[in-house]
């Protein structure tokens, strides 16, 4: 029997009936919202770091409202859900975006950095959506001309194609990976529900984590000895411990060592190793970590 949690591969029927609720509630609104950042922010820099999040963002939605309530532990199905719903997220967003393209109103700033006023029109967004072979029309026509620039000069063509792609990417690859890592939680089949998980305050540094590892595979009650709690991890190196618990006494753990050094700046910041997900614990080693 391993000892690492697996995935049963279950999932309840009305995963696909929340997965679809998201779809028509949570995803549009995410849409409008990141295409209203990226229209009137003019920094490319910061969209890039806006799109990222607007992955994070759909991959979170589907995550908790498709997967965790859905209680999915299907790794393909999760995939399916979080690639179609990320699919969805932006096909919807270059709606909206178009629909400003077309209400774009007043320009104000200069040739290097400057913002359009627009407003989307619902009803219309609405007619671009149901509508796609409309919709790809007119982005191929957007697509020539393209409607920002760099330095003076209009982005559009090959190099705007390009971009677009990019966008795709990024946030297809993490709306699949947020879900995807969910569904690979712990979750008790006895109980039908996720187990409860708690990050527990910091520890000092595993100076050996191979040695831990294995003293945690071979079930040695010798796993946690030297382990103590730190006040200072804000600066020094520390282990953080994720405990996973069922209420029919499973018990799972995550180890991340979190070791610190300084940048160019001078400040600190963390190198993160994660040695060991979802191992199985024993209730005596589990009482030897919480007290």
Same mark, same amino acid.
């Given at each position: 029997?391993?000892?690492?949690?697996?995935?049963?591969? $279950?999932?309840?029927?009305?995963?696909?009936? !929340?997965?679809?609720?998201?779809?028509?509630? =949570? #995803?549009?609104?995410?849409?409008?919202?990141?295409?209203?950042?990226?229209?009137?922010?003019? /920094?490319?820099?910061?969209?890039? @770091?806006?799109?990222?999040?607007?992955? /994070? +963002?759909?991959?979170?939605?589907?995550?908790?409202? +498709?997967?965790?309530?859905?209680?999915?532990?299907?790794?393909? %199905? =999760? %995939?399916? /859900?979080? /690639?179609?719903?990320?699919?969805? +997220?932006?096909?919807? &967003?270059? =709606?909206?975006?178009?629909?400003?393209?077309?209400?774009?109103?007043? &320009?104000?700033?200069?040739? $290097?950095?400057?913002?359009?006023?627009?407003?989307?029109? @619902?009803?219309?967004?609405?007619?671009?959506?149901?509508?796609?072979?409309?919709?790809?029309?007119?982005?191929?026509?957007?697509? $020539?001309?393209?409607?920002?620039?760099?330095?003076?000069?209009? *982005?559009?063509?090959?190099? !705007?194609?390009?971009?677009?792609?990019?966008?795709?990417?990024?946030?297809?690859?993490?709306?699949? #990976?947020?879900?995807?890592?969910?569904?690979?939680?712990?979750?008790?089949? %006895?109980?039908?529900?996720?187990?409860?998980?708690?990050?527990?305050?910091?520890?000092?540094?595993?100076?050996?984590?191979?040695?831990? $590892? +294995?003293?945690?595979?071979? =079930?040695?009650?010798?796993? @946690?000895?030297?382990?103590?709690?730190?006040?200072? @991890?804000?600066?020094?190196?520390?282990?953080?411990?994720?405990?996973?618990?069922?209420?029919?006494?499973a018990s799972f753990v995550t180890i991340i060592n979190k070791r610190a050094k300084k940048n160019d700046k001078n400040e600190i910041e963390f190198k993160d190793n994660e040695f *060991?997900?979802?191992?199985? %614990?024993?209730?005596?080693?589990?009482?030897?970590?919480?007290?």
């Amino acid at each position: 029997m391993s000892k690492y949690y697996q995935a049963s591969g $279950k999932s309840s029927p009305i995963s696909f009936i !929340l997965f679809i609720i998201t779809l028509v509630t =949570a #995803i549009p609104v995410l849409a409008l919202a990141y295409t209203y950042l990226i229209w009137y922010i003019p /920094f490319i820099y910061i969209n890039l @770091f806006i799109t990222v999040g607007f992955g /994070f +963002a759909v991959g979170i939605a589907i995550s908790q409202l +498709a997967i965790k309530m859905g209680k999915v532990r299907n790794s393909k %199905i =999760a %995939i399916i /859900f979080g /690639f179609l719903g990320g699919l969805f +997220a932006l096909y919807f &967003s270059w =709606a909206l975006w178009v629909d400003l393209v077309i209400n774009a109103g007043e &320009s104000y700033g200069n040739s $290097k950095i400057g913002i359009t006023t627009s407003n989307v029109e @619902f009803l219309q967004a609405l007619e671009l959506v149901l509508q796609p072979d409309m919709l790809f029309n007119l982005i191929s026509k957007i697509n $020539k001309t393209g409607t920002w620039g760099i330095q003076g000069g209009s *982005v559009s063509g090959v190099f !705007l194609t390009l971009i677009w792609i990019i966008e795709l990417l990024i946030v297809l690859v993490i709306s699949v #990976i947020v879900p995807y890592l969910k569904a690979n939680s712990p979750f008790c089949e %006895i109980d039908n529900k996720w187990f409860s998980e708690k990050e527990l305050p910091a520890f000092n540094f595993i100076k050996n984590p191979k040695e831990m $590892k +294995a003293n945690l595979e071979n =079930a040695n009650q010798n796993s @946690f000895i030297g382990l103590e709690h730190i006040t200072n @991890f804000e600066t020094e190196s520390h282990s953080i411990f994720t405990l996973y618990s069922s209420e029919k006494g499973a018990s799972f753990v995550t180890i991340i060592n979190k070791r610190a050094k300084k940048n160019d700046k001078n400040e600190i910041e963390f190198k993160d190793n994660e040695f *060991v997900e979802y191992i199985s %614990i024993s209730s005596e080693l589990k009482n030897k970590l919480l007290n």
